[in-house]
C-alpha cells in the first residue's frame, strides 16, 4: 500500500490544522493506522492510533484533548485533526500503516508502511 500525507503548513500557535493520509489499494480496512512525528534531532515518537473500523483509538498524552485521529475507510483516509496547537508540536509528521493483530499500534517498528511526511509548524 502507498500512503500520501497532506495538510501540513505553518500555523500559529493556538491554531488548528487537520492531516489527511489517502492509501492506495483496496484493503485500506484491514490495516490499523497511526501517526508518527519526528521534530529535529528527535527520534520519531507516536502520536495516534487508530483500529480498523475506527471503534477504537490510542493518542499520546502529549496530544490527548487536542489531536484527534480518525477514518474514512470508504475514502480510504485516515485524519488528524490538530487543535490548540503549541510550538512544540513542531515536527514532521507520518502516517503509517500496520498489518497486525491488534486494535491500535503504539511501536513504530509494527508498522509496515509510510507516508512520505508532511511537515508542521507552529510559531509562538
Known amino acids: 500500500v502507498q500512503l500520501q500525507a497532506s495538510g501540513g503548513g505553518l500555523v500559529q500557535a493556538g491554531g488548528s490544522l487537520r492531516l489527511s493520509c489517502v492509501a492506495s489499494?483496496?484493503?485500506?480496512?484491514?490495516?490499523?493506522m497511526g501517526w508518527f512525528r519526528q521534530a529535529p534531532g528527535k527520534e520519531r515518537e507516536f502520536v495516534a492510533s487508530?483500529?480498523?473500523?475506527?471503534?477504537?483509538?490510542d493518542h499520546a498524552d502529549s496530544v490527548k484533548g487536542r489531536f484527534t485521529i480518525s477514518r474514512d475507510n470508504a475514502e480510504n483516509t485516515v485524519y488528524l485533526q490538530m487543535n490548540s496547537l503549541k510550538p512544540e508540536d513542531t515536527a514532521v509528521y507520518y502516517c503509517?500503516?500496520?498489518?497486525?493483530?491488534?486494535?491500535?499500534?503504539?511501536?513504530?517498528?509494527?508498522?509496515?508502511?509510510w507516508g512520505q511526511g508532511t511537515q508542521v509548524t507552529v510559531s509562538s
Open positions: 487508530i483500529s480498523r473500523l475506527g471503534r477504537g483509538t
Open positions: 503509517a500503516a500496520d498489518w497486525g493483530y491488534s486494535d491500535t499500534q503504539s511501536n513504530a517498528a509494527e508498522y509496515d508502511y
Open positions: 489499494g483496496r484493503t485500506f480496512s484491514y490495516y490499523v
